[in-house]
């Protein structure tokens, strides 16, 4: 299977608890996005990475949440001391540089009780 | 917040028949994409429609982009059960870097 891949895909976890999720890109794409979609909305862009360098973060990626990509191949997103807002799915997305189209992945889904 | 805006939100029909979706935009796009999501699943990427655009197609699909009216609607041809899923759009504004993605509409299409 060559596209985007996420682990978990599914996460519970109690409020104050530290989360992270894996992405892994399509081997050729040097970019990386990190997206977070609530019940019934749109994905929301968090970051954006080119190879390993961190480019564009949102305003909505507050300090408890760091993502990273140290080789410029896999990605992760860490949120520290989560909170119930954080429910949602989080999405990772992969593209190579001058292609517009963003493939993403199945999600990984966190659910704070 | 989110730049586009699809209507309906909402969308039933029966197999067979066209569906048609359209999303608005607030400020000035390099492309506008088209994505599809299953139930609970990932994003299918659709179609792309350059600014300098006009009209595309793709199978069944057909995109049409308006700039002056900053809108742009998807026609789904001869619908399918399986195109049951939600419908977003998505404007590119920095070429290549964050997408803006809209609400979406939700399609059934019952057989």
């Known amino acids: 299977d060559t596209g985007v891949s996420q682990d978990p895909r599914h996460k519970i976890t109690k409020r104050g608890q530290n989360v992270t999720f894996r992405c892994d890109p399509i081997?050729?794409?040097?970019?990386l996005y990190w997206y977070r979609q609530t019940l019934g909305q749109g994905p929301e862009f968090l970051t954006y990475?080119?190879?390993?360098?961190?480019?564009?973060k949102s305003r909505l990626l507050s300090d408890r949440f760091s993502a990273e990509r140290p080789k410029g191949s896999f990605s992760t997103l860490e949120i520290q001391r989560t909170e119930q807002g954080d429910s949602a799915m989080y999405l990772c997305?992969?593209?190579?540089?001058?292609?517009?189209?963003?493939?993403f992945g199945p999600g990984t889904r966190l659910l704070v009780l | 917040s989110q730049q586009g805006e699809e209507d309906p939100q909402a969308l039933s029909i029966q197999e067979g028949e066209n569906a048609t979706m359209n999303c608005s935009y607030k400020?000035?796009?390099?492309?506008l994409q088209w994505y599809r999501q299953n139930s609970g699943r990932g994003l299918v990427h659709l179609i792309l429609?350059?600014?300098?655009?006009r009209e595309k197609h793709s199978g069944r699909l057909r995109v049409t982009l308006d700039t002056s009216k900053k809108s742009s609607s998807l026609l789904i041809t001869a619908s399918r059960a399986a195109d049951t899923a939600s419908y977003f759009c998505?404007?590119?504004?920095?070429?290549?870097?964050?997408?803006?993605f809209g609400k979406g509409t939700s399609l059934l299409v019952t057989p």
């Open positions: 998505a404007t590119d504004v920095n070429s290549g870097y964050a997408l803006n």
């Open positions: 990475f080119q190879n390993e360098a961190q480019l564009e």
């Open positions: 081997s050729e794409h040097n970019r």
């Open positions: 429609i350059r600014s300098n655009e």
């Open positions: 997305a992969s593209s190579q540089t001058g292609w517009e189209t963003q493939y």
């Open positions: 400020t000035s796009i390099n492309n």
